[in-house]
């Protein structure tokens, strides 16, 4: 197993849900963390309580992963011994509402396909040539099991989804002659903020997502990124879907 002692592990979408889960499982693991998020404020003590408790050495910034010119000027920006990341959590996502496609909003659709796609692939095009460079590291995309199913109103979503999961086969494809690692965590109904941003801030709709089950929780899939970035080198965990013990596919639960 490979230790995650001392290893750069960057996540995005870091102050909320799995990127926050995400990032306190690493810093338990000796981790040192670069946390980026639109929310500073939560990152900073995000920081802070990560420093607490597990003298977690980490650097934080707001970053927008949608502007592919704040991506890059970011990133850049950090030191050299901080570009030496090891571990890509491109974590980063949501969805907008549940509407039939042709009833949608192009706002909407916009933002999810800015942020789930376009942004992952900014982060990655800045960090995986750096990784190329040291022949080391892993990339590890949170898609969803949206991207091997549709639902009714999932439309835009789940294109998104679809096409990361796409994107990490080709990430697979484009570095199978190298030491870096590509893998995809998909995970089925995870109750954070997720619903609540989906439905605008409807906290009493967002709950009825997860009625009558025990949804995962963000640690339950904090632990399975952990999990692939702690193989052996000569193992690649090419994606790992995770679902609650009541849900058998994205349509079908034990709702009881």
């Not at 934080?60 to 920006?77: C, G, H, T």
């Not at 570009?83 to 980063?92: F, G, H, S, Y």
Request: glycine share 6%.
């Amino acid at each position: 197993m490979i230790s995650m002692k001392n290893k750069i592990v960057l996540i995005t979408g870091a102050s909320a849900g799995i990127g926050l889960d995400t990032a306190r499982i690493f810093a338990r693991e000796g981790a040192k963390l670069i946390l980026t998020a639109r929310r500073e404020t939560v990152l900073k003590k995000l920081a802070d309580k990560l420093k607490k408790q597990y003298d977690t050495e980490s650097v934080y910034f707001p970053l927008d992963i949608r502007s592919q010119q704040e991506v890059e000027q970011k990133l850049n920006a950090l030191t050299a011994s901080w570009k030496k990341i090891d571990v890509l959590v491109n974590n980063a996502g949501l969805s907008r509402g549940m509407a039939k496609l042709h009833e949608g909003e192009y706002i909407d659709w916009e933002e999810m396909i800015d942020t789930n796609v376009k942004g992952l692939l900014y982060l990655s095009r800045v960090v995986i040539p750096w990784m190329v460079k040291r022949n080391k590291g892993h990339v590890i995309n949170i898609s969803s099991i949206a991207g091997h199913e549709l639902y009714p109103g999932g439309n835009v979503y789940c294109a998104t989804k679809h096409a990361v999961d796409a994107l990490t086969r080709g990430m697979q494809m484009d570095l199978v002659d190298s030491a870096v690692r590509v893998s995809s965590v998909d995970p089925g109904l995870v109750e954070t903020e997720f619903s609540i941003v989906r439905f605008r801030g409807d906290t009493k709709r967002a709950k009825t997502v997860y009625q009558g089950l025990k949804p995962l929780t963000g640690e339950d899939v904090a632990e399975a990124v952990l999990f692939c970035a702690t193989r052996p080198p000569h193992v690649n965990i090419h994606q790992l879907r995770i679902m609650p013990k009541d849900q058998a596919s994205a349509l079908i639960a034990n709702r009881k």
